[in-house]
Protein backbone atom coordinates (compact mmCIF):
# COMPACT_ATOMS: atom_id res chain seq x y z
CA UNK A 1 0.00 0.00 0.00
CA UNK A 2 1.31 3.37 -1.36
CA UNK A 3 2.38 6.05 0.95
CA UNK A 4 -0.30 8.38 -0.73
CA UNK A 5 -2.96 5.53 -0.08
CA UNK A 6 -2.41 5.27 3.71
CA UNK A 7 -1.81 8.85 5.12
CA UNK A 8 -2.44 11.02 2.49
CA UNK A 9 -6.07 10.02 1.46
CA UNK A 10 -7.55 9.46 4.15
CA UNK A 11 -7.05 12.92 5.14
CA UNK A 12 -8.49 14.37 2.55
CA UNK A 13 -11.66 12.07 3.26
CA UNK A 14 -11.73 13.35 6.55
CA UNK A 15 -11.82 16.70 5.33
CA UNK A 16 -13.76 16.44 2.56
CA UNK A 17 -16.84 14.26 3.38
CA UNK A 18 -16.37 15.39 6.89
CA UNK A 19 -17.47 19.08 7.00
CA UNK A 20 -20.04 19.78 4.68
CA UNK A 21 -23.18 20.21 5.95
CA UNK A 22 -25.11 19.18 3.37
CA UNK A 23 -23.55 15.86 3.76
CA UNK A 24 -23.69 15.15 7.15
CA UNK A 25 -27.89 16.12 6.74
CA UNK A 26 -27.82 12.98 4.42
CA UNK A 27 -25.99 10.47 6.43
CA UNK A 28 -28.53 11.55 9.73
CA UNK A 29 -31.92 11.32 7.52
CA UNK A 30 -30.03 8.05 6.01
CA UNK A 31 -29.33 6.19 9.07
CA UNK A 32 -32.33 7.33 11.91
CA UNK A 33 -34.58 4.34 11.36
CA UNK A 34 -31.17 1.83 11.42
CA UNK A 35 -31.55 -0.77 14.59
CA UNK A 36 -30.29 -3.66 15.79
CA UNK A 37 -26.81 -5.40 14.65
CA UNK A 38 -25.03 -3.47 11.67
CA UNK A 39 -22.74 -3.78 9.63
CA UNK A 40 -20.93 -0.94 8.04
CA UNK A 41 -18.63 -1.77 4.77
CA UNK A 42 -16.35 1.05 4.07
CA UNK A 43 -16.05 2.39 7.25
CA UNK A 44 -13.84 5.03 6.46
CA UNK A 45 -12.23 7.45 9.00
CA UNK A 46 -15.83 6.72 10.65
CA UNK A 47 -18.08 9.29 10.05
CA UNK A 48 -21.36 7.74 10.12
CA UNK A 49 -20.28 7.29 13.34
CA UNK A 50 -21.88 10.21 15.28
CA UNK A 51 -25.38 9.63 13.28
CA UNK A 52 -26.19 5.99 14.36
CA UNK A 53 -29.01 5.75 16.74
CA UNK A 54 -29.58 4.42 20.22
CA UNK A 55 -31.43 1.96 18.47
CA UNK A 56 -28.09 0.43 17.08
CA UNK A 57 -27.24 -2.63 19.53
CA UNK A 58 -23.50 -3.30 18.19
CA UNK A 59 -21.59 -2.16 15.27
CA UNK A 60 -18.80 -4.53 12.95
CA UNK A 61 -17.23 -2.41 10.77
CA UNK A 62 -14.86 -2.69 7.78
CA UNK A 63 -12.47 -0.96 5.54
CA UNK A 64 -8.54 -2.23 4.16
CA UNK A 65 -6.88 1.03 4.71
CA UNK A 66 -4.93 1.08 7.88
CA UNK A 67 -5.52 5.10 7.54
CA UNK A 68 -8.75 5.26 7.67
CA UNK A 69 -8.75 3.56 11.05
CA UNK A 70 -6.19 5.38 12.48
CA UNK A 71 -8.33 8.86 11.69
CA UNK A 72 -11.24 6.73 12.82
CA UNK A 73 -9.82 5.38 16.14
CA UNK A 74 -10.99 7.86 18.26
CA UNK A 75 -14.72 8.25 17.13
CA UNK A 76 -14.53 4.48 17.55
CA UNK A 77 -13.52 4.70 20.73
CA UNK A 78 -16.26 7.36 21.89
CA UNK A 79 -18.82 5.05 20.95
CA UNK A 80 -22.09 4.66 22.60
CA UNK A 81 -22.11 0.83 21.65
CA UNK A 82 -19.62 -1.77 20.68
CA UNK A 83 -17.81 -1.34 17.84
CA UNK A 84 -15.43 -4.01 16.29
CA UNK A 85 -13.27 -3.28 13.53
CA UNK A 86 -12.34 -5.22 10.75
CA UNK A 87 -8.65 -4.22 8.39
CA UNK A 88 -9.89 -6.14 4.94
CA UNK A 89 -11.91 -5.96 1.76
CA UNK A 90 -15.56 -6.09 1.39
CA UNK A 91 -15.66 -8.94 -1.03
CA UNK A 92 -14.83 -11.65 1.67
CA UNK A 93 -16.73 -10.94 5.04
CA UNK A 94 -15.67 -12.83 7.66
CA UNK A 95 -19.50 -13.35 8.95
CA UNK A 96 -21.57 -15.88 8.82
CA UNK A 97 -25.37 -15.96 6.89
CA UNK A 98 -27.75 -14.05 8.13
CA UNK A 99 -25.70 -12.39 11.08
CA UNK A 100 -26.86 -8.37 10.65
CA UNK A 101 -30.18 -6.60 10.90
CA UNK A 102 -29.16 -4.06 8.28
CA UNK A 103 -25.88 -3.17 6.34
CA UNK A 104 -24.51 0.28 5.45
CA UNK A 105 -22.58 1.88 2.71
CA UNK A 106 -21.72 5.56 2.04
CA UNK A 107 -19.37 6.73 -0.65
CA UNK A 108 -18.16 3.20 -0.76
CA UNK A 109 -19.75 1.68 -3.77
CA UNK A 110 -17.41 3.75 -6.14
CA UNK A 111 -14.21 2.33 -4.84
CA UNK A 112 -14.56 -1.30 -4.19
CA UNK A 113 -12.62 -3.21 -6.77
CA UNK A 114 -14.99 -6.11 -7.38
CA UNK A 115 -18.15 -4.32 -6.79
CA UNK A 116 -20.91 -6.88 -7.55
CA UNK A 117 -19.17 -9.78 -4.80
CA UNK A 118 -19.14 -7.09 -2.29
CA UNK A 119 -22.84 -6.60 -2.62
CA UNK A 120 -23.37 -10.36 -2.91
CA UNK A 121 -21.04 -10.58 0.37
CA UNK A 122 -23.99 -7.84 2.31
CA UNK A 123 -26.49 -9.79 0.85
CA UNK A 124 -25.82 -13.28 2.20
CA UNK A 125 -24.78 -11.46 5.55
CA UNK A 126 -28.51 -9.50 6.26
CA UNK A 127 -30.64 -11.73 7.74
CA UNK A 128 -34.32 -11.86 5.80
CA UNK A 129 -36.19 -8.90 5.58
CA UNK A 130 -32.87 -7.20 6.49
CA UNK A 131 -32.05 -3.90 4.73
CA UNK A 132 -29.39 -2.40 3.13
CA UNK A 133 -28.67 1.31 3.88
CA UNK A 134 -26.63 3.47 1.09
CA UNK A 135 -25.43 6.66 0.08
CA UNK A 136 -23.69 6.64 -2.77
CA UNK A 137 -22.94 8.99 -6.04
CA UNK A 138 -22.99 7.26 -9.41
CA UNK A 139 -23.43 7.35 -12.73
CA UNK A 140 -25.85 10.53 -13.69
CA UNK A 141 -29.27 10.20 -15.30
CA UNK A 142 -27.84 12.99 -18.22
CA UNK A 143 -26.30 12.19 -21.12
CA UNK A 144 -24.13 15.10 -21.34
CA UNK A 145 -22.82 14.67 -17.64
CA UNK A 146 -22.46 11.13 -18.03
CA UNK A 147 -20.07 11.41 -21.36
CA UNK A 148 -18.26 13.44 -18.95
CA UNK A 149 -17.69 11.28 -16.06
CA UNK A 150 -16.60 8.37 -18.41
CA UNK A 151 -14.15 10.71 -19.29
CA UNK A 152 -12.62 11.78 -16.39
CA UNK A 153 -12.96 8.12 -14.46
CA UNK A 154 -9.56 7.23 -15.42
CA UNK A 155 -8.38 10.20 -13.63
CA UNK A 156 -10.29 9.92 -10.62
CA UNK A 157 -9.63 6.19 -10.14
CA UNK A 158 -5.51 8.03 -9.73
CA UNK A 159 -6.50 10.52 -7.67
CA UNK A 160 -9.33 9.51 -5.06
CA UNK A 161 -8.35 5.68 -4.43
CA UNK A 162 -10.20 3.37 -7.30
CA UNK A 163 -13.18 5.26 -7.43
CA UNK A 164 -15.61 5.66 -9.96
CA UNK A 165 -17.78 8.40 -10.88
CA UNK A 166 -20.37 6.92 -13.71
CA UNK A 167 -21.02 3.37 -11.41
CA UNK A 168 -25.17 2.99 -11.77
CA UNK A 169 -25.24 2.58 -8.26
CA UNK A 170 -29.19 1.04 -8.46
CA UNK A 171 -28.82 -1.73 -10.98
CA UNK A 172 -25.52 -2.66 -8.58
CA UNK A 173 -28.04 -3.02 -5.92
CA UNK A 174 -30.90 -4.80 -8.00
CA UNK A 175 -28.41 -7.05 -9.30
CA UNK A 176 -27.08 -8.40 -6.17
CA UNK A 177 -30.22 -9.54 -5.18
CA UNK A 178 -31.69 -7.14 -3.14
CA UNK A 179 -35.67 -5.70 -3.33
CA UNK A 180 -35.42 -1.54 -3.62
CA UNK A 181 -37.77 -0.71 -0.81
CA UNK A 182 -36.99 3.38 -1.53
CA UNK A 183 -34.55 5.30 -3.94
CA UNK A 184 -33.74 9.23 -4.40
CA UNK A 185 -31.32 10.41 -7.39
CA UNK A 186 -30.44 13.97 -7.69
CA UNK A 187 -27.66 16.20 -7.06
CA UNK A 188 -26.04 17.71 -4.18
CA UNK A 189 -25.90 21.11 -4.44
CA UNK A 190 -22.98 23.41 -4.69
CA UNK A 191 -20.82 20.36 -6.37
CA UNK A 192 -19.58 19.75 -9.84
CA UNK A 193 -22.57 17.51 -11.38
CA UNK A 194 -20.24 14.85 -12.49
CA UNK A 195 -19.01 14.23 -8.90
CA UNK A 196 -22.71 15.16 -7.39
CA UNK A 197 -24.90 12.75 -8.82
CA UNK A 198 -26.22 11.14 -5.55
CA UNK A 199 -28.23 7.45 -5.11
CA UNK A 200 -30.03 7.57 -1.60
CA UNK A 201 -31.87 4.32 -0.82
CA UNK A 202 -32.97 1.38 1.14
CA UNK A 203 -32.86 -2.49 -0.45
CA UNK A 204 -34.31 -5.46 1.66
CA UNK A 205 -33.08 -9.03 1.45
CA UNK A 206 -36.23 -10.96 0.60
Known sequence: MGLYRKYIFPRIVEWTLGRDEKILKL??????????????????TGLNLPHYPSAVTRLSVVDPNPGMHRIAAKRVKDAPMPVESHQLEGEALPFPDGRFDAVVSTFTLCSIPEVEKALSEARRVLKKKGRF????????????????????????????DGCHLNRKIDALVKGAGLKMVSLQKFYVENLPKFLAFAYFGVAERL
Open 27 to 44: RAELLKDVKGEVLEIGFG
Open 133 to 160: YFLEHGLSDEPKVQRCQNRLTPFQKIFA
